[in-house]
């Protein structure tokens, strides 16, 4: 008796019953947990599924999966936003970049009143301005 009960617990425990979850970090160092793995991304199994796991899990009902794909919608949306803001970004300062590398007598407006940069200045803000595009402009 004692063994059929340790059986059958051990048959329905769930992680006899677990499927495989992921790992991964996306590009803006979010940790993610899923049941498959990012399109064309590198993922770390945190659960592997056991050779028992045959039963396919219960889906989710309909209200939770229109709540998570307006979730998702809103994500992708935001991350376009971003997307497009970085290269408008990258656009100016690549802009920038070259003013000051092409123009010897770079001024600017110091309090309403248009001042000259120095050699030295003009050497900083390209450094500055190189560093800029090397850290987000890939």
């Known amino acids: 008796m004692f063994f059929l009960m340790a059986s059958l617990l051990v048959g329905l425990s769930p992680m006899c019953m677990a499927g ?3 790992k991964w ?3 803006q160092g979010v940790t993610h947990f899923g049941s498959q793995p990012p399109p064309g991304g590198q993922a ?3 659960i592997k599924s056991s050779p028992s796991a045959t039963k396919p899990a219960a889906s989710p009902p309909a209200g939770v999966i229109g709540d998570q794909k307006a979730i998702d919608q809103q994500v992708k949306q ?3 936003e971003q997307q497009a803001q970085l290269k408008a970004f990258c656009g100016q300062t690549r802009t920038n970049l070259a003013q000051l590398q092409n123009n010897p007598r770079v001024r600017e407006d110091v309090e309403g009143e248009m ?3 120095t050699e030295e200045e003009r050497r900083q803000r390209i450094d500055e301005t190189r560093k800029q595009i090397e ?3 890939q």
């Open 20 to 22: 495989q979850v992921y």
């Open 25 to 27: 970090v996306d590009a």
């Open 44 to 46: 770390t199994t945190v």
């Open 78 to 80: 935001q991350i376009a």
């Open 115 to 117: 001042r000259r940069l």
């Open 135 to 137: 850290e987000h402009c």
